[in-house]
């Protein structure tokens, strides 16, 4: 719970606001620390001192890490309260409109943090879909949900040759592909989000080993980053058709699951030979973004995920890694990255040079390379999802690569949410959500 003052006597805008937390084990500002790159105040110190203590705020991260969910039976008892200031010095003033945006951004990135938050016991592809069932009713949206047997039905192949199905057919649950889309009268502009919603991440019959597979509950972050940046968006008055797809399964061990040398048919038509079980988020993406071009029809794709671990040995733990065939695209991301904290940076787009890693003898490619690569593995990864589509008409394609970033801590951060809601702000009623506010 929080309470804002606002104070114009100096000239600028002064806004006060006091945030009071229940938390004893672990400071707790989910209300008002993801909204605070937003707002410019990204110059934090190392610590900040409360009437309990202090608190320290390691990295940029962790001002976007602190999740409401919690199933620990202790109960706080203890209050803290914390005093956050925030001055505008421009001549543009924050508007109501603002303020009520910045609250749509805040329960964004904790929506998406309780998501990603949950264990796959608790948030398996059946909640996913109804978490997006949800936000479409609060939106009055009508979803488009496939799953099964109808991805294959629907021209998604089937059990054996289809992406997504093909990763998602060895878990209890089906796999899901859902779509919802906002188009308002009058939109000249159209974007689709694509998500990445692996629920959890054995690595398939590639298995990973017992230290390395703890953690991957969060391999479906950016299916709930791209949901809820959907969300706050339409919410904020979005004035463009936009689309979220969530291409949603688990990657689960059975004698059902993907195995090294099966040959699959993505969406796109293309013979895909699997060569690493643990490389199948780009295979669930490569439907979503090919359902994007060529079903939507729409003019920006973006997709985010956490495509790779490599992603850390790119960009590092502060930045995601951005890929795209548009450098006026990738110029706003980095922009967009800056106005909200979450910051990126870019890959090299050459697939000239580096498709060549994934020739196949038997197929038209294989998912992964596995020995010496021309390519670094994250843009290899991100390289693959591109060539599901056809990109010489102008369609503008941007990956986001947030492998290492969607956890800090063992919490979700929310990352993406920002980045995105500020990357296309511009078409909201809110100034701020862009961060034009602060330019």
């Not at 500002?29 to 409360?50: C, Y």
């Not at 919802?180 to 009268?185: N, R, T, Y």
């Not at 106005?339 to 040079?353: E, I, K, N, R, T």
Request: some cysteine; hydrophobic content about 45%.
């Amino acid at each position: 719970m929080f309470s804002s003052a606002l104070d114009r006597s100096n000239g600028s805008e002064d806004v006060t606001m006091t945030w009071t937390s229940s938390s004893t084990d672990r400071f707790l500002l989910p209300d008002m620390l993801p909204i605070m790159p937003i707002v410019g105040a990204q110059a934090w110190s190392d610590n900040m001192k409360t009437s309990k203590g202090l608190i320290n705020i390691r990295r940029q991260q962790d001002a976007l890490c602190f999740s409401q969910y919690s199933l620990k039976t202790a109960k706080y008892s203890a209050l803290t309260t914390v005093r956050v200031e925030c001055h505008f010095v421009d001549d543009e003033k924050v508007s109501a409109a603002d303020w009520t945006a910045l609250g749509r951004l805040v329960h964004g990135v904790q929506s998406a943090q309780w998501i990603v938050d949950r264990p796959a016991n608790l948030m398996n592809v059946d909640d996913m879909v109804k978490a997006a069932a949800s936000v479409a009713k609060a939106l009055s949206i009508d979803p488009v949900i496939i799953r099964g047997e109808q991805l294959r039905d629907l021209g998604f192949g089937g059990i054996y040759n289809v992406g997504i199905y093909n990763v998602g057919k060895a878990a209890l649950q089906p796999p899901a592909f859902i779509c919802l889309s906002h188009a308002p009268k009058g939109a000249t502009k159209s974007f689709a989000l694509v998500g990445k919603g692996i629920m959890f991440d054995t690595g398939g019959l590639t298995i990973k080993g017992k230290e390395a597979m703890p953690g991957w509950k969060c391999d479906m972050a950016g299916a709930a980053v791209a949901l809820h940046s959907f969300a706050t968006l339409v919410a904020s008055g979005f004035t463009e058709e936009l689309h979220v797809l969530l291409c949603c399964a688990e990657n689960a061990v059975s004698p059902e699951a993907n195995k090294p040398d099966d040959i699959i048919t993505l969406l796109s038509g293309q013979t895909v030979e699997i060569n690493n079980t643990d490389a199948e988020g780009r295979l669930v993406l490569a439907d979503g973004v090919y359902y994007a071009k060529n079903m939507l029809k729409v003019s920006t794709i973006i997709d985010i995920a956490t495509l790779t671990v490599a992603q850390c040995s790119v960009t590092g733990r502060y930045h995601a890694a951005i890929m795209s065939n548009s450098e006026e695209l990738e110029r706003k991301a980095l922009r967009a990255g800056l106005a909200s904290g979450d910051l990126c940076h870019p890959m090299q787009y050459v697939p000239d040079l580096h498709m060549s890693d994934y020739a196949s003898a038997v197929a038209d490619m294989k998912n992964a390379q596995l020995g010496a690569m021309m390519a670094a593995p994250s843009e290899l990864a991100g390289l693959f999802i591109a060539a599901q589509i056809d990109l010489k008409d102008g369609t503008e394609w941007l990956h986001v690569d947030m492998g290492t970033l969607a956890m800090a801590d063992d919490r979700a951060t929310g990352y993406g949410v920002p980045l995105l809601v500020s990357l296309l702000g511009e078409f909201t009623n809110a100034l701020i959500l862009s961060g034009r506010c602060t330019d």
